[in-house]
């Protein structure tokens, strides 16, 4: 899976999955612009991937604006001359304070659609064209496992990762016989800042958590769930990314692949 020579954009990545799916990716030889609104982690991520060896670029992106992520592109293009492979990984639990809310209020349902969806079809939009004129180009959509089915806590955060899944779908039907290939990958339990959220919210909602910290919330979670028996990290979701923007899964299109040690079986 060489990707030298080529040039990948990661919205969100300059923590948690989409910082393990940057740095996988230059690590096999990729160009990384690190689209995201933390710029002082965004750029920390940077200077990680321009010590291996590998180019790096940040951009401050809003996905949430198809301005932004139009601009977006059009970086990546002016500092690297092309473009091989888009990830729409940024993403978001809830609007702010969600976790001290029990049952999601209406700006969680759209912050979560804002960024969790319209990012993902406003990155989307913003590539096809210059893609489709060149007859080549892998877009690789974070969604999650919540999205698989129904949930009674978080119903807006699965709603908007179900909706992730279809939307992966549509536009790898509208862009196959461009040569282009659009999936998703759906991480189960990962540590990261949004998970801590989650962790937090559930420390704050049931009395059943009382005395425990976020992270022991979380590694009950796991060792209630996972039949593989341990947590999955942002590594394990970039070695799926880069296969799946790997030339290797040229006939792979409209799939959504668990990686969670086993939760979702489908």
Not at 201 to 208: F, G, H, L, P, V
Request: aromatic share 8%; net charge negative; proline share 3%.
């Amino acid at each position: 899976m060489d990707f030298e020579g080529r040039t990948s954009i990661v919205t969100g990545g300059a923590r948690g999955i989409g910082r393990g799916i940057a740095l996988e990716l230059a690590h096999r030889g990729s160009n990384v612009v690190i689209a995201d609104m933390d710029e002082e982690s965004a750029r920390v991520v940077v200077a990680e991937i321009k010590a291996g060896g590998t180019q790096s670029y940040y951009c401050e992106t809003d996905v949430t604006q198809q301005w932004s992520t139009d601009a977006m592109v059009e970086v990546a293009l002016e500092e690297f001359g092309q473009l091989d492979v888009l990830v729409n990984n940024a993403g978001v639990g809830g609007a702010a304070g969600f976790k001290t809310r029990e049952i999601p209020d209406v700006d969680d349902w759209q912050a979560t659609f804002d960024v969790n969806v319209y990012g993902i079809v406003n990155g989307t939009q913003s590539v096809e064209n210059y893609m489709v004129d060149r007859g080549y180009g892998k877009v690789v959509n974070i969604a999650s496992i919540a999205g698989r089915s129904g949930r009674s806590a978080f119903p807006s955060y699965a709603a908007s990762k179900a909706a992730a899944i279809n939307v992966s779908q549509a536009w790898a039907f509208k862009l196959a016989p461009h040569g282009i290939n659009v999936n998703a990958v759906c991480p189960g339990l990962i540590w990261t800042p949004l998970w801590q959220n989650i962790a937090e919210w559930r420390q704050a909602t049931n009395d059943q958590n009382t005395g425990l910290t976020p992270r022991q919330i979380f590694q009950r979670t796991v060792s209630e769930l996972v039949p593989l028996g341990r947590e999955q990290t942002p590594e394990d979701v970039g070695k799926a990314v880069a296969f799946l923007a790997s030339d290797r899964a040229r006939s792979i299109t409209g799939q959504a692949l668990n990686v969670d040690g086993g939760i979702q079986m489908n």
